[in-house]
């Protein structure tokens, strides 16, 4: 029996209390794990960049912020409607597509790089 078929096993088995205690500390550990991907542009200074007249921290802070709040509610219908077998592979997935992201805000020129927090 594989490891993940062993999980899966004790948690169809286990009381409700040990469950949620797993469950719990398996979402903070990947939440852990993938904190980096939202605050690295906090990392570097942009003083004296302006787009439209406006601060370009500010523009990568709205991006930043309008990008999170759309995969949240793209999240409750996406990752609800997966199927378990699929979900470890979309969260990789997932996970890679915003380190990309990060690396490509990294070496793209800043006004064309906002996208990339965005993403």
């Not at 609800?80 to 793209?108: H, P, Y």
């Amino acid at each position: 029996m594989t490891f993940g078929k062993r999980i899966t096993a004790w948690l169809q088995s286990t009381n409700n209390a040990s469950f949620s205690l797993y469950t719990a500390l398996t979402a903070f550990c990947l939440y852990s794990c993938v904190y980096g991907f939202r605050k690295a542009f906090s990392a570097a200074t942009f003083d004296g960049l302006l787009l439209l007249g406006i601060s370009y921290k500010v523009w990568l802070v709205t991006a930043q912020v309008i990008g999170y709040a759309l995969s949240k509610f793209l999240g409750i219908k996406i990752i609800a409607e997966l199927q378990s077998k699929n979900r470890a592979q979309s969260i990789i997935w997932l996970v890679v597509t915003a380190g990309v992201s990060l690396f490509l805000f990294a070496i793209v020129p800043a006004s064309a790089n906002i996208l990339f927090l965005f993403t």
